[in-house]
């Protein structure tokens, strides 16, 4: 039922920033784990980071460090804040809501997601 748009991808350079948004359709976002997800060309999808509705965080290993993801409850809003950029990070980025922060499940459909691309 939940539906999410992300944004704010984009060309960067190897030790640059971007910070991704996703914004979900449904009121009911707060009771909500979200993550945030990658997908390389080639490579199945993999969680990056988690927020469960609490606010608690986890991440990746590869990330760790350089990636945090936060939300605004108030405006149904997931970010992903990612510095230090490198070339493997490059992938298309999707938000989704889980029933809580195993991400087995996954409440809403996949949107279009958001390119980031890490190069020189």
């Known amino acids: 039922q939940v539906q999410f748009v992300e944004s704010g991808g984009g060309l960067v350079q190897p030790g640059g920033s971007l910070r991704l948004s996703c914004a979900a359709s449904r009121s009911t976002f707060s009771i909500y784990a979200m993550g945030w997800y990658r997908q390389a060309p080639g490579k199945q999808r993999e969680l990056v980071a988690g927020?469960?509705?609490?606010?608690?965080?986890n991440y990746a290993d590869s990330v760790k460090g350089r990636f945090t993801i936060s939300r605004d409850n108030a405006v149904n809003t997931l970010y992903l804040q990612m510095n230090s950029l490198k070339p493997e990070d490059t992938a298309v980025y999707y938000c989704?809501?889980?029933?809580?922060?195993?991400?087995?499940?996954?409440?809403?459909?996949w949107g279009q997601g958001t390119q980031v691309t890490v190069s020189s």
């Open positions: 927020i469960s509705s609490s606010g608690s965080t």
């Open positions: 989704n809501a889980a029933p809580d922060d195993s991400f087995l499940y996954f409440v809403g459909s």
